[in-house]
């Protein structure tokens, strides 16, 4: 059964940067699509970037455009989410996420849905101080 972990995360300074890291589990790379997720409290699960697995363009939250990228290794069956000029706002967990059934095959704003996702990490705590 695929199993997702998180790593990286911590505390940062406003401006900071931090690289997250998703690990997937399986004797194989598989999914469709990878994404990262956020939850800050209080507040709904917001969908920050997705990869199709095969490549090509990854779609952004605007909230994040031209500061976090989100890249793969399939090798290393490992996910990155690489986030510069870190705010507060972005203090939050961050999951990684999978689509295992091609749910996100319509591309665009569907890799950050989670309705699409059907497998999830334990999350990862960034806290990002002023």
């Known amino acids: 059964q695929v199993q997702l972990v998180e790593s990286g995360g911590g505390s940062v300074q406003a401006g900071g940067s931090l690289n997250l890291s998703c690990v997937v589990s399986?004797?194989?790379?598989?999914?469709?699509?990878m994404a990262w997720f956020r939850q800050a409290p209080g507040k709904e699960r917001e969908g920050v970037a997705g990869?199709?697995?095969?490549?090509?363009?990854?779609y952004y939250a605007d909230s994040v455009k031209g500061r976090f990228t989100i890249s793969q290794d399939k090798a290393k069956k490992t996910v990155y989410l690489q986030m510069n000029s870190l705010i507060p706002e972005d203090t939050a967990v961050y999951y990684c996420?999978?689509?295992?059934?091609?749910?996100?095959?319509?591309?665009?704003?569907?890799?950050?849905?989670?309705?699409?996702?059907?497998?999830w990490g334990q999350g990862t705590q960034v806290t990002v101080s002023s």
């Open positions: 990869i199709y697995a095969s490549g090509g363009t990854a």
């Open positions: 996420a999978a689509d295992l059934f091609g749910k996100t095959l319509g591309g665009g704003p569907l890799l950050v849905n989670s309705a699409n996702f059907g497998r």
């Open positions: 399986g004797k194989i790379y598989s999914p469709y699509s």
